[in-house]
């Protein structure tokens, strides 16, 4: 059982949409990314995914609207539900999502994060 602080987490990376395990609970993973840019259009068939922002402003982009997160601000995105994350600066997230959640969905590509660093 360790204490886990955000911002000694979120200093030891720097690449952009590679998520990282920060604590395991009940066959969930807890994760810190740095995002920045446009990600991909994609969907998670089997499973939720929390986006919680930590710091800065996410834009979650869904095909009839589009959701604006900030500091403090979560949203849960329903298994099924295509969708696209849009940073347009540097964004700190925790996600909370199945461990078996692949980054990207059912769309695979160069972003894809077959294994996640735990830090």
Not at 57 to 74: A, G, M, S, V, Y
């Amino acid at each position: 059982m360790n204490k886990v602080t955000l911002s000694e987490k979120f200093s030891l990376f720097s690449e952009y949409w590679s998520p990282k395990i920060v604590g395991k609970l009940n066959g969930q993973h807890a994760k810190l990314v740095k995002l920045n840019g446009e990600f991909v259009w994609h969907k998670h068939d089997n499973e939720d995914e929390m986006f919680f922002v930590i710091d800065g402003t996410l834009k979650i982009e869904f095909r009839d609207k589009t959701i604006t997160l900030h500091k403090d601000e979560f949203l849960i995105i329903p298994k099924g539900t295509e969708h696209k994350p849009v940073a347009e600066e540097e964004v700190l997230v925790m996600l909370f999502e199945p461990a078996t959640t692949l980054n990207t969905g059912d769309a695979e590509n160069q972003l894809t994060k077959h294994q996640l660093d735990r830090i």
